[in-house]
């Protein structure tokens, strides 16, 4: 179970600023697909959370995301069939996100 307390915004996005998990429990592993303009912020958000973990990347050119730590994939479907991630953040153009969502939700990802 989580609970989530204080919300920040930021370009009309809320992202919660803590995430707290049971006593004990691993932090969220989260898997970012998409690491341009939105997904660079979203990087710097998660990195500010407790109880969340950045544990793997995926964007098409794996050069552009060699100063970031975590394993790096350059199809999502093997980002989400890993086992390195709890739940997979999205942040590509919009009309790829069905299909990232769908591959997730399918391997048991939250999304």
Do not use: N, W
């Amino acid at each position: 179970m989580l609970v989530r307390t204080s919300v920040l915004t930021a370009s009309g996005f809320v992202i919660f600023s803590k995430v707290t998990t049971p006593q004990g429990m691993h932090p969220i592993r989260i898997g970012m697909v998409g690491l341009g303009t939105m997904g660079r912020r979203y990087y710097r958000m998660l990195q500010e959370l407790e109880g969340v973990e950045v544990t793997a990347l995926c964007v098409r050119h794996l050069d552009t995301i060699q100063d970031l730590p975590g394993a790096k994939f350059a199809d999502y479907r093997l980002l989400c069939a890993s086992g390195q991630v709890d739940a997979v953040l999205i942040a590509t153009p919009h009309y790829s996100h069905p299909q990232v969502a769908i591959e997730a939700l399918h391997c048991g990802l939250h999304v």
